[in-house]
């Protein structure tokens, strides 16, 4: 399973592009009434396509994501997403919350689907960096009693390395701000606490 805030970022990073994606004016067509016309830039060529890989290689980086636990890591999202756009629509037409649940519910098979594009794309990614001899020595230590035992205590461990950065994050924060401003005092700023 993923970190939480891993799956938080990407939650809210599905919210706000749905967000953004339902306001009627997208910032291009603002920009577009503020400044004049301006000629457009030539469009870059579009890069060449990837050689294909083997299925083999495609087959063995599956198996690493799910020995690894990875795979499953996937399965929340769409909850999550589907779960914050309800408080999101709900909050502004409240009458419609049973409208809106029978809409996500009736998308099941559709999100499914959404899934596991991302899935083939997340498999495609993993071949494509690392070759097919190193996923094997992968999976077969994620197969072994250490590599069980690592994916099964990785979750934990995750959850609480992002715990212990997001208190450094703030206790660095907080010690670069005292810093900041008693060292601007010195130097006759006065930036207030």
């Known amino acids: 399973m993923a970190n939480r805030s891993f799956r938080r970022a990407l939650a809210g990073l599905c919210l706000a592009g749905a967000f953004v994606a339902s306001q009627a004016l997208t910032a291009s067509q603002i920009l577009a009434q503020q400044a004049p016309a301006q000629p457009a830039a ?18 063995m980086a599956r198996s690493v994501m799910d020995a690894s636990g990875i795979t499953t890591s996937f399965d929340p999202l769409i909850s999550n997403v ?15 919350v049973n409208d809106f649940e029978e809409i ?3 998308m099941k ?9 991302l899935l083939v794309k997340a498999v495609e990614v993993y071949a494509r960096k690392l ?12 197969q072994s009693p250490a590599g069980v035992k690592y994916t099964t205590v990785l979750p934990q461990v995750l959850n609480e390395v992002a715990d212990a ?28 606490r």
């Open 42 to 59: 030539p469009a870059p060529a579009p890069a060449a396509p990837l050689p294909p890989l083997p299925a083999t290689q495609l087959a």
């Open 82 to 96: 589907a779960s914050q756009l309800l408080v999101l629509y709900t909050k502004k037409r409240p009458q419609n």
């Open 104 to 106: 996500i519910v009736a």
């Open 109 to 117: 098979p559709d999100l499914e689907a959404k899934k596991k594009e």
């Open 131 to 142: 070759d097919e001899p190193t996923l094997k020595t992968i999976l077969a230590f994620l």
């Open 165 to 192: 950065t997001d208190n450094w994050s703030k206790d660095v924060a907080t010690f670069m701000a005292t810093r900041i401003v008693d060292e601007m005092k010195k130097r006759g700023v006065d930036l207030g």
